[in-house]
């Protein structure tokens, strides 16, 4: 079978930084993408992880370990505006995206 | 304007009838995909479409079906609503090269009574 594992929350104040993980088990796999979404909006693309490694994109980074079938992505010098869902999404060889359940990102003053 | 526009936003209906949502895109991509989205749930693929001619099912298409009317266009029919149907839907799309990097529409919330 197929499965992505993400945490459901985390916290975080302002200024700091934050890692949100993601642990996948999926035939095909392809690559490891990152999505962002505020309450009552659409998922915006982030970041994408083709190859192991990091791959940095402003305050965001991800990481990928296609041995160990983790990820992560890190978001520096969190801002408010930075609260929102982020799922984890695996692309596999069909061309189909397979999305984690999300983890809520709760940014504190 | 929008690269990628579906209608209704939001639509109230009844257990039994037949109700279509619609999507457009304006961004020259041959994918285009379905998908629902549950509270807590991530976004979960009902159909898909990597062009006109080819249509494929989700994870969770009984009691959906598309049409694919052109390149631009990709219609999502609930055949008779029934309230477990009750959610957000977004159409998606991407290109070919990069069906990693979706482009999503603003959803359309549908409530089934």
Redesign the interface.
Same mark, same amino acid.
């Given at each position: 079978g197929q499965s992505l594992e993400q945490p459901s929350e985390v916290t975080a104040v302002e200024g700091a930084i934050v890692q949100i993980n993601c642990t996948y088990q999926t035939s095909g796999f392809y690559g490891l993408s990152w999505y962002q979404q505020h309450d009552g909006g659409a998922p915006t693309f982030l970041s994408y992880n083709g190859l192991d490694g990091l791959e940095e994109t402003g305050r965001f980074s991800s990481f990928l370990s296609r041995s160990d079938s983790y990820g992560y992505l890190l978001l520096q010098e969190l801002q408010m505006k930075d609260s929102a869902s982020y799922f984890c999404a695996v692309s596999r060889n069909t061309g189909k995206l397979i999305f984690g359940q999300g983890t809520t990102l709760q940014v504190k003053p | 304007d929008a690269d990628v526009t579906q209608t209704p936003r939001n639509r109230i209906t009844k257990t039994g009838k037949r109700i279509m949502l619609e999507c457009s895109q304006t961004k020259g991509h041959d994918?285009m995909y379905w998908?629902r989205q549950d509270p807590?749930? /991530?976004?979960?693929?009902i159909y898909?479409s +990597?062009d006109v001619k080819d249509i494929n099912k /989700?994870e969770i298409s009984d009691g959906y079906s598309v049409s694919r009317q052109a390149q631009a266009k990709f219609s999502l029919s609930l055949e008779s609503a029934i309230p477990n149907q009750t959610a957000l839907y +977004?159409c998606?799309t991407s290109s /070919?090269q990069? %069906?990693?990097?979706?482009? +999503?529409? %603003?959803?359309t919330r549908l409530t089934v009574t």
């Open positions: - | 994918r998908y807590g749930l /991530g976004l979960r693929l898909y +990597f /989700g +977004f998606a /070919g990069n %069906p990693y990097e979706q482009y +999503f529409g %603003p959803g």
